[in-house]
């Protein structure tokens, strides 16, 4: 009888045991599933929720490291992502201009939220044509507002963790005031008359209104605009003229219409060298500093004040 109890007691201790690792293991993963699932368009704008959405998301960029926003086409994989998401942030004002029926799809079922849609108007550039430019990122006071939208959005989303994304936000406003105050403080250094940047497409508008530099690209805003023969005789006439002596690839461009205008400055006498590679549409392999908005914009400003100045 003795021996029936003790036996009695182990099974019941060893079920117990079993219920409460059992147990524990559930809640770990719950705990670890209960992050928001967060889907952005662009590296940037990831960026910009996993700073402000901290330990309470998981955050997907649909475009990594290279990928053009002004042609990407989002594949059966990235529908799946996007149905997933309990919110969806992008960038707006065309950016992603193959992806919008889709962006307008999602609106009907979830939070689907342009980072972009508090900018003042007055505070947009817009083209010849009438578009507005979608660069807002190149900026930094810009995407500052950026920043405010995402924070609003997640905690209008998500209640609980309002303080958390307020703090956050806090936090990361402060260093990108700091980083807005150290390029203009750096841009400063380059001669007023070498401070103009040539790149491949002109996504540099809002940079060079912000920190007073000239620029010039051979594309218009979006890559999907072929440039031509004229185009390219311009800029060239442009770096000949102006005697420039950097031109700059991107890291989300082909380097051909770059390499195009060297050989066509070659070609009248005028050397012109590729003061290096900026990202301007997406940013640099996750991991590295230029993987992050903020690591990106330091590399920029590095390369050009080290080829112009």
Known sequence: MLRRLRLGLALLALGIAVVTAGCATGQAGTAAGDRIPVV????????????????????????????????????????????????????????EGRMGDI???????????????????E????????????????????????????RDSLVQLDPEGASTY????????????GLD???RAELATIPVGRRVLVTAHDAFGYF????????????????????GLADLQQMIDLLVEREIKAVFIESSVPRSSIEALVEGAAARGHQVSIGGELFSDAM??????????????????????????
């Open 166 to 177: 307020r703090q956050n936000a806090e936090a990361y406003l402060a260093e990108l005031k």
């Open 103 to 121: 962006l307008v799809k999602m609106a009907r079922e979830k939070p689907t939220v342009a980072v972009a849609e508090r900018i003042p108007e």
């Open 208 to 227: 060079g209104r912000a920190y007073d530099i000239e620029v010039a690209g051979l594309q218009g805003i979006s890559t999907a605009t072929e440039y």
């Open 284 to 309: 640099g392999p996750e991991g590295t500093p230029e993987g992050t908005y903020v690591g990106m914009i330091r590399h920029n400003v590095r390369a050009i004040v080290e080829a112009l100045r």
């Open 40 to 95: 952005a368009t662009t590296g940037m704008v990831a960026d910009l929720a996993r700073n402000i959405g901290g330990d309470r998301v998981a955050v997907t960029a649909l475009m990594g490291p290279g990928v053009d926003p002004h042609l990407f086409k989002a594949s059966e994989g990235d529908i799946a992502r996007l149905q997933q998401a309990r919110i969806i942030f992008y960038n707006g004002l065309h950016l």
């Open 123 to 150: 505070r947009l550039l817009i083209t010849e044509d009438g578009v507005e430019d979608p660069h807002i990122w190149f900026d930094v006071s810009l995407w500052m507002e950026a920043a405010a939208v995402v």
């Open 181 to 183: 105050e150290w390029a």
